[in-house]
């Protein structure tokens, strides 16, 4: 079992940062995957970034390739989500998700995620 909570969110403008933190309990963090998914009103729920369980592995989607960074501290039990150049289409509530195991470009199916945290908003305004 592994429980997830999600920090960090808020209100920025257009082109600013924002850090994502997902803090996991449980001592076997190492051996999971992670992913970020978000989910905007209205709209069905996407892929942004994965990385595998040592955190040497990750893939992104399209959409933020180049501007997001998902990295992975397992002595601290933490994900961590980057988040640079900020656009209006990047506002959604942000979730965290942890698997058992790493699909590399496959990363980005949420059925493949057991465990989901509450999640974070993120608004962007122009």
């Known amino acids: 079992q592994v429980q997830l ?3 960090g969110g808020g209100l920025v403008q257009t082109g600013g940062s924002l850090r994502l933190s997902c803090a996991a309990s449980g001592r076997t963090f190492r051996t999971y995957a992670m992913g970020w998914f978000r989910q ?26 180049g501007r997001f960074t998902i990295s992975k501290d397992n002595a601290k039990n933490t994900v961590i989500l980057q988040m640079n150049s900020l656009k209006s289409e990047d506002t959604a ?7 058992t195991a790493w699909y590399g470009s496959g990363s980005d199916v949420g059925s493949l995620y057991a ?12």
Request: proline share 2%.
């Open 40 to 65: 905007a009103p209205g709209k069905e729920r996407d892929f942004v970034a994965s990385i595998s369980g040592s955190g040497t592995m990750t893939y992104y989607a399209d959409s933020v390739k």
């Open 93 to 99: 509530v942000y979730y965290c998700a942890a698997t």
């Open 115 to 126: 465990y989901w945290g509450q999640g974070t908003q993120v608004t962007v305004s122009s």
């Open 5 to 7: 909570v999600e920090s």
